[in-house]
């Protein structure tokens, strides 16, 4: 059963606690995202990866940090740095070419204490 | 900045009308083009890609592209309330080829 996993689907932060949402993936995908979206927004990129041990900043990377240690997993970590974590954080993962488009998992939702 | 724009809507249309909705974007070289569908409380999924000027048809959905005009418009024929979400448009960065931009979206409502 091929696809794309968040966990947890639910999470709650204290202030100053750092928090990972993982991501994992099964489609042997090169590419891999994290997105933030925050009620009646669009999608905000926080981080993404094109190969195994490599990543690049998005557009709101700040506060956060991630990890690509393995072509199935891009763990990201939402830093006490971040002030305002509370929002609905989608992975997502797609072949690493042109005309190839991207596929979400199921999304976590970040509450902060 | 490369931007793709949308209606925020809502864009409210009866049961068994068409739905159209419109998406223009920045970069005249974009070469890859997204429609997705999301659900309140869940995630993205993808309904209809497009590469070429002209229609594409599945099912109840047209996408239809303009390169020279810029422009991305889904067409959805005999709205069901099932379809009431919001839609995103997404355009290939072409600068980085990983990297999708994602429109805000626009809210559909079909009212019975």
């Given at each position: 059963d091929g696809g794309i996993t968040q966990s947890p689907k639910y999470l709650f932060r204290k202030e100053g606690q750092n928090v990972t949402l993982s991501?994992?993936?099964n489609l042997n995908h090169d590419a891999m995202y994290w997105y933030r979206q925050d009620p009646g927004q669009g999608l905000r990129l926080i981080y993404y990866s094109q190969i195994v041990n490599d990543f690049q900043k998005g557009d709101i990377a700040e506060g956060y940090s991630v990890s690509r240690e393995?072509?199935?997993s891009f763990p990201l970590t939402v830093t006490s740095a971040q002030k305002n974590p509370t929002a609905f954080y989608l992975c997502a993962?797609?072949?690493d070419r042109e005309k190839e488009t991207?596929?979400?998992?199921?999304?976590?939702r970040l509450l902060v204490l | 900045q490369k931007e793709v724009e949308q209606n925020s809507?809502?864009?409210?249309?009866?049961?068994?009308?068409i739905a159209s909705l419109n998406c223009t974007y920045s970069?005249?070289?974009?070469q890859s083009f997204f429609w997705y569908r999301q659900y309140s409380g869940k995630s993205p999924e993808l309904i209809m890609f497009i590469y070429s000027n002209g229609d594409k048809e599945d099912g109840r959905f047209t996408a239809q592209l303009n390169k020279a005009s810029q422009y991305v418009s889904l067409l959805i024929r005999d709205?069901?309330?099932?379809?009431?979400?919001?839609?995103?448009?997404?355009?290939?960065?072409r600068g980085s080829a990983s990297k999708i931009i994602f429109g805000s979206g626009t809210r559909l409502s079909i009212r019975p």
């Amino acid at each position: 059963d091929g696809g794309i996993t968040q966990s947890p689907k639910y999470l709650f932060r204290k202030e100053g606690q750092n928090v990972t949402l993982s991501c994992e993936q099964n489609l042997n995908h090169d590419a891999m995202y994290w997105y933030r979206q925050d009620p009646g927004q669009g999608l905000r990129l926080i981080y993404y990866s094109q190969i195994v041990n490599d990543f690049q900043k998005g557009d709101i990377a700040e506060g956060y940090s991630v990890s690509r240690e393995k072509k199935e997993s891009f763990p990201l970590t939402v830093t006490s740095a971040q002030k305002n974590p509370t929002a609905f954080y989608l992975c997502a993962s797609s072949m690493d070419r042109e005309k190839e488009t991207q596929y979400f998992g199921p999304g976590t939702r970040l509450l902060v204490l | 900045q490369k931007e793709v724009e949308q209606n925020s809507g809502p864009l409210s249309v009866p049961e068994g009308a068409i739905a159209s909705l419109n998406c223009t974007y920045s970069d005249r070289g974009s070469q890859s083009f997204f429609w997705y569908r999301q659900y309140s409380g869940k995630s993205p999924e993808l309904i209809m890609f497009i590469y070429s000027n002209g229609d594409k048809e599945d099912g109840r959905f047209t996408a239809q592209l303009n390169k020279a005009s810029q422009y991305v418009s889904l067409l959805i024929r005999d709205s069901q309330p099932s379809d009431s979400a919001t839609y995103l448009c997404a355009v290939r960065d072409r600068g980085s080829a990983s990297k999708i931009i994602f429109g805000s979206g626009t809210r559909l409502s079909i009212r019975p």
